[in-house]
């Protein structure tokens, strides 16, 4: 059985630029949700997709938004990137939307 | 709203020592709760969890008992091993219908040393 997989592992963008973020879910996952976890603190909620709609955001802005794809894999796009948007950006999907997480290993994003 | 607050790090420990990670919550229902682990490099495990007041979570030798009259839910284990060693990370969900997201602590980095 395949776990979550992110891609990439790690990536340096310039502040302004936009940025797209993968994710492919556990297999017979529907739902998938994304988390912003900066350095030296816990993870903080994006927001979540369940079949393909968004079901549910965190405080974070517009320019954070996503998509959900038949095959429930997922992308997270960053618009305008800001030099606080440097963190370790997690995936994690379930099997429906109230079941146990299984995160990936996350993406390293560096803003400069 | 919401939040979790775990006991500041680092804690280095002996192997075979006690350890102790404590966690409080502020919820407005009645949550679940969680502690996460993440070693160097990974993305977070779930260790344990419970759902009810007075359930006892139980993994790998961790435990944690959810406290609703103390809003509690630490982590304990009797001895701990060097593969211990990571940051762990406790947790809640709202009970509430369409409650989606976990809410988490700051994380404390265990060390242990042989």
């Known amino acids: 059985e395949t776990g979550v997989t992110q891609s990439p592992t790690h990536l340096i963008k310039t502040r302004g630029q936009q940025v797209t973020l993968r994710c492919s879910s556990q297999s017979g996952h529907n739902t998938v949700s994304w988390y912003q976890q900066a350095l030296g603190q816990g993870p903080q909620f994006i927001f979540q997709?369940?079949?393909?709609?968004?079901?549910g955001r965190g405080n974070f802005p517009p320019r954070f938004s996503g998509l959900q794809f038949p095959n429930y894999s997922s992308e997270l796009n960053v618009n305008a990137l800001e030099l606080d948007d440097s963190a370790l950006y997690l995936c994690?999907?379930?099997?429906?939307?109230?079941?146990?997480?299984?995160f990936g290993n996350g993406t390293r994003l560096t803003v400069t | 709203g919401n939040s979790v607050t775990q006991m500041e790090g680092p804690v280095t420990l002996s192997e075979e020592a006690f350890l102790t990670i404590n966690c409080t919550y502020t919820?407005?229902?009645?949550?679940?709760l969680f502690w996460y682990v993440q070693y160097p490099g990974e993305g977070l495990q779930l260790l344990l969890k419970?759902?009810?007041?007075?359930d006892k979570g139980s993994n790998k030798g961790f435990e944690a008992t959810y406290r609703k009259e103390t809003t509690s839910f630490h982590l304990e284990k009797g001895s701990v091993q060097v593969s211990d060693s990571a940051v762990y990370f406790c947790?809640?969900?709202?009970?509430?219908?369409?409650?989606?997201?976990?809410?988490f602590g700051k994380g404390t980095k265990l060390s242990v040393i042989p």
């Open positions: 419970a759902t009810k007041a007075d």
């Open positions: 997709y369940y079949r393909e709609e968004e079901n």
């Open positions: 994690a999907s379930s099997l429906e939307l109230n079941s146990p997480l299984h």
């Open positions: 919820a407005t229902g009645y949550p679940s």
């Open positions: 947790a809640l969900k709202d009970s509430g219908a369409g409650s989606y997201q976990l809410t």
